[in-house]
């Protein structure tokens, strides 16, 4: 018994077939790369300029916390926090033994809305248990959203830390 096969109907489901799993790909990139995408970044021993009539030892520092929409949506900062981790496991558990919030953000106001290609700005100012917790080198900052169950962290590195 004999099947004859139609080419012609065959390549054209080929194609089809080809088509319809390429639209799926780049549907499923998209859907993957839709919504906010921050980028968060500190700068560990930041002064202001409305400082520099001061004398050194006058001169507030503070931690910069920048974060940068590079994403399609808009999101909400509602907190700045601060994190102590014991160890990597604790970090993977998200289970910190001290937790800190910034009450008072001079730079922008909490809560802030972020918008998308939009920067939002806050301080943390230094003290000495700070300073300490960063020479810990078990210290993580960052910024809890609306979109995210779990916070934004970027580990402060002791030895990134100059006075």
Not at 20 to 27: C, K, Q, R, S, W
Not at 123 to 142: A, T
Not at 150 to 158: D, N
């Amino acid at each position: 018994m004999m099947i004859e096969v139609d080419w012609i109907s065959a390549s054209i489901a080929l194609y089809a077939a080809i088509v319809a799993t390429g639209a799926l790909a780049l549907e499923i990139r998209r859907w993957f790369e839709a919504g906010p995408k921050l980028n968060l970044s500190l700068m560990l021993t930041a002064q202001s300029t409305a400082d520099y009539d001061l004398p050194e030892d006058e001169r507030r520092k503070f931690i910069l916390v920048t974060v940068v929409n590079n994403g399609n949506a808009s999101t909400t900062v509602t907190h700045i926090i601060l994190h102590k981790y014991h160890n990597l496991f604790s970090r993977f558990r998200v289970r910190p033994i001290e937790n800190w919030v910034v009450v008072n953000n001079a730079i922008c106001p909490l809560p802030y809305t972020l918008e998308p290609a939009k920067i939002f700005h806050g301080q943390i100012n230094h003290d000495i248990e700070l300073i300490e917790q960063i020479r810990s080198g078990c210290l993580y900052v960052g910024v809890q959203v609306t979109h995210k169950k779990y916070p934004i962290l970027v580990h402060v590195r002791a030895g990134d830390f100059h006075e």
